[in-house]
């Protein structure tokens, strides 16, 4: 297994409230990715990272945004969480994507709930 | 939009049977890759099997292969011999312009004993 942890796993917070997720990776892979996961829709990408302070928005990137300092760590934040935000957050990364390495592999996820 | 459509929700196999998991996509893209990720109930993803799009033979690994139809934009996954641990939500994922990663809203597949 690809060595990706997220914290915290399971997270309560009232709507209104900052949250952050961490992701972090011991792969040393260039880029990180942070999707969502809800019934009916599969995975959709929220923002991705291709490097150190390089990132770029996703399909609903809307209401988040994310920080990468280090190779080994990115950040999700939902500045204000509102309800729609509850969901399951998964990280990914990938070596090179558009070479002979373009898999992406995924973390645990983590569940939130906004009440 | 770069739809993908898996047509079955939910799908059931005896042990030990052959199974086919269906996936449509919807691109103006030439060059891609395809994946089928499994998500079984600990909600870990894990990948299956990748195709790449410019190659015209279709991937196998192990007990996995897929028909990829290009023109007809098909990425089929075929499970073989199948068995208990196959239970589980399979989901098929075109990569685009290499970030652009999009996911089926999945396939249940329980295998019987």
């Known amino acids: 297994d690809a060595g990706i942890t997220q914290s915290p796993r399971h997270k309560v917070t009232e709507t209104g409230t900052p949250v952050t997720l961490r992701c972090h990776q011991t792969e040393n892979h260039r880029y990180m990715y942070w999707y969502r996961q809800d019934p009916g829709h599969g995975l959709r990408l929220i923002h991705y990272s291709y490097g150190v302070k390089d990132t770029d928005k996703g399909e609903v990137s809307d209401g988040y945004s994310v920080s990468r300092s280090k190779t080994e760590d990115f950040l999700l934040t939902l500045e204000s969480a509102t309800s729609s935000q509850t969901s399951v957050y998964f990280c990914a990364i990938s070596e090179r994507p558009g070479g002979l390495s373009p898999e992406q592999y995924f973390g645990p996820g983590t569940r939130l709930t906004v009440t | 939009a770069q739809t993908v459509t898996q047509s079955q929700p939910e799908m059931s196999v005896q042990e030990a049977e052959t199974v086919t998991l269906s996936c449509t996509y919807d691109t103006s893209e030439n060059n891609y890759y395809l994946f089928w990720y499994k998500q079984p109930p600990s909600r870990q993803m894990i990948l299956v099997i990748r195709?790449?799009?410019?190659?015209?033979q279709n991937a196998t690994e192990n007990r996995f292969s897929v028909n990829f139809q290009k023109a007809a934009k098909s990425f089929s996954l075929k499970i073989s011999d199948s068995q208990l641990g196959d239970t589980a939500m399979y989901f098929c994922a075109p990569l685009y312009n290499n970030n652009d990663m999009r996911f089926g809203a999945g396939t249940r597949l329980t295998v019987k004993p």
């Open positions: 195709q790449e799009a410019y190659k015209q």
